[in-house]
């Protein structure tokens, strides 16, 4: 027994995704002021094995009052949020899995039946028998990979093995035991070996030295060994070195310095990322510059982590698009866009632009050795998928060293006491 409270766009998706399943409560429309809220109220009043909405059906702030007065009534109840053509950092769909609800939604630009598989796997004790043979061909031909797990919010694509399937959807779960793509999540509950980083900018002077500081910066502060590297021919570490020195003549030959805790490699031939990956650091930071200009443009294709750095001046996001066209054979899926000193209308514009990925706005940040709580919220988001817990690691091994210490020193007396007897 379920109870459904849609809009008319996702009716049709719900009713192939639950097939004969009863109904025991169905709204479908848009619903002003306190009516949604009301049906809440009516639904938590039966019996039901899971209740279905979308965000679409009324505003975001009557769509959480109701949700979340539904919540107290039942809390154990499964609640399925449907959210179609949303961004990966919209505000509601955050809070609800926040919330504990399970989110289905579909990026801009996605067919909007790629939703339906998810929605089938996530209905709990659902008959099986009324699913048909081709729906489940349709689930059975789909290959789903996961690509970022952040925080508790699971973000998958689906990609197309045969013909008649879908694009691509997003599931935001906190709990899905049952569903079988969870067998392909790892997490990096610590950090193995290092975390390469590459960012690299659809056309030079677009901010990437600034933006891998930033990223660098915030890794350190986090507790994490952090190295970065100068992959382009700028020489503008030079001159991050003597600024820090505090001296316009400072000169130098070292071919690496360190400021707070970060360990910078200057651009020169002897560097090699082989021998960089062997040093040790959790993270390895690899700053390219302008993609055409660098011969390190290779390692970005490579690294764990693919960060693109565009403009976002309305006459220079032409140079995003081109940077995309010229990709477009290779698998983007994991690479994410930033763009520093962007209004919002802007930001929206790009990300329209750029379907299935990742399009984070980078606050205005002039000092990138400073905190910045809106800059460390950016980067929050931006990296949580790629963090482990190297620190307690590291704490946790200290501990079985000393208790082994003591250990050992305990035996040594035994022998000493056994010796005098």
Request: charge should be negative; glycine fraction near 6%.
């Given at each position: 027994?379920?109870?459904?409270?849609i809009?008319?766009?996702?009716s049709?998706?719900?009713?192939?995704?639950?097939?004969?399943t009863?109904?025991?409560?169905?709204?479908t429309?848009?619903?002003e002021?306190?009516?949604?809220v009301e049906?809440?109220?009516?639904?938590?009043r039966i019996?039901?094995?899971?209740?279905?909405?979308?965000i679409?059906c009324?505003?975001?702030?009557?769509?959480?009052?109701g949700?979340?007065?539904y919540?107290?009534?039942?809390?154990?109840?499964?609640?399925?949020?449907?959210?179609l053509?949303?961004?990966?950092d919209?505000?509601?769909?955050h809070?609800?899995a926040?919330m504990?609800?399970?989110?289905?939604?579909?990026?801009?630009?996605?067919?909007p039946?790629?939703?339906?598989?998810?929605?089938?796997n996530?209905?709990?004790?659902?008959?099986q028998?009324g699913?048909?043979?081709?729906?489940?061909?349709?689930?059975?031909s789909t290959?789903?990979?996961?690509?970022?797990?952040k925080?508790?919010?699971?973000?998958?694509?689906?990609?197309l093995t045969?013909?008649?399937?879908?694009?691509?959807?997003?599931?935001?779960d906190?709990?899905?035991?049952?569903?079988?793509?969870?067998?392909?999540?790892?997490?990096?509950?610590r950090?193995i070996g290092?975390?390469?980083?590459?960012?690299?900018?659809?056309?030079?002077k677009?901010?990437?030295?600034?933006?891998?500081?930033?990223?660098?910066?915030y890794?350190?502060?986090?507790?994490y060994?952090?190295?970065?590297v100068?992959?382009?021919?700028?020489s503008?570490?030079?001159?991050?070195?003597?600024a820090?020195?505090?001296?316009?003549?400072?000169k130098s030959?070292?071919l690496?310095f360190?400021?707070?805790g970060v360990?910078?490699?200057?651009?020169?031939?002897?560097?090699d990322?082989n021998?960089?990956?062997?040093?040790?650091h959790?993270?390895l930071?690899?700053?390219?510059?302008?993609?055409?200009?660098?011969?390190?443009?290779?390692?970005?294709?490579?690294?764990?982590?693919?960060?693109?750095?565009?403009?976002?001046?309305?006459w220079?996001?032409?140079?995003?698009r081109?940077?995309?066209?010229i990709?477009?054979?290779?698998?983007?899926s994991?690479?994410?866009?930033?763009?520093?000193?962007?209004?919002n209308l802007?930001?929206?514009?790009?990300?329209?632009e750029?379907p299935?990925?990742?399009?984070?706005?980078?606050?205005?940040?002039?000092?990138?050795?400073?905190h910045?709580?809106?800059?460390?919220?950016?980067?929050?988001?931006?990296?949580?998928?790629?963090m482990?817990?190297?620190?307690?690691?590291?704490s946790?091994?200290?501990?079985y060293g000393?208790?082994?210490?003591?250990?050992l020193i305990i035996?040594?007396?035994?022998?000493?006491?056994?010796?005098?007897?």
């Open positions: 027994m379920n109870a459904v409270i809009s008319s766009k996702a049709a998706l719900v009713h192939e995704a639950i097939g004969n009863d109904v025991s409560f169905e709204k429309g848009r619903f002021g306190g009516q949604f049906f809440c109220e009516a639904v938590a019996n039901i094995n899971a209740f279905i909405t979308d679409d009324t505003d975001a702030q009557t769509f959480l009052r949700i979340s007065q919540r107290v009534i039942r809390p154990n109840t499964k609640i399925i949020v449907i959210a053509d949303r961004y990966e919209d505000g509601v769909v809070e609800l926040d504990g609800i399970n989110v289905v939604t579909t990026s801009p630009g996605t067919k039946k790629s939703i339906i598989p998810a929605l089938r996530l209905l709990p004790e659902r008959d028998g699913m048909n043979a081709a729906s489940q061909d349709d689930w059975e290959d789903s990979e996961m690509e970022k797990v925080e508790r919010i699971y973000r998958y694509t689906a990609k045969s013909s008649g399937g879908f694009d691509s959807s997003d599931v935001m906190l709990e899905l035991p049952d569903v079988p793509i969870q067998e392909r999540i790892i997490l990096k509950d950090i290092t975390i390469l980083v590459a960012v690299m900018g659809v056309e030079s677009v901010g990437s030295t600034h933006q891998s500081i930033l990223i660098a910066n890794l350190k502060r986090k507790g060994s952090v190295g970065l100068e992959a382009n021919a700028s503008d570490f030079t001159a991050i070195e003597n820090y020195e505090g001296t316009p003549d400072f030959n070292n690496h360190t400021i707070e360990e910078y490699y200057k651009n020169n031939s002897k560097l990322i021998h960089l990956v062997t040093a040790g959790d993270y930071i690899l700053d390219i510059g302008g993609f055409e200009e660098s011969d390190w443009s290779t390692e970005f294709y490579r690294a764990s982590v693919n960060i693109v750095v565009g403009a976002g001046s309305d220079r996001q032409g140079k995003i081109r940077f995309r066209d990709h477009k054979k290779m698998d983007q994991n690479w994410v866009y930033c763009i520093p000193f962007v209004e802007s930001i929206q514009d790009i990300r329209k750029l299935g990925n990742l399009v984070y706005r980078i606050p205005p940040h002039a000092d990138p050795y400073k910045q709580s809106d800059t460390e919220s950016v980067l929050n988001k931006l990296m949580k998928s790629y482990g817990d190297s620190k307690k690691l590291s946790k091994s200290m501990l000393i208790l082994g210490l003591c250990i035996i040594v007396l035994i022998i000493l006491l056994a010796i005098k007897i």
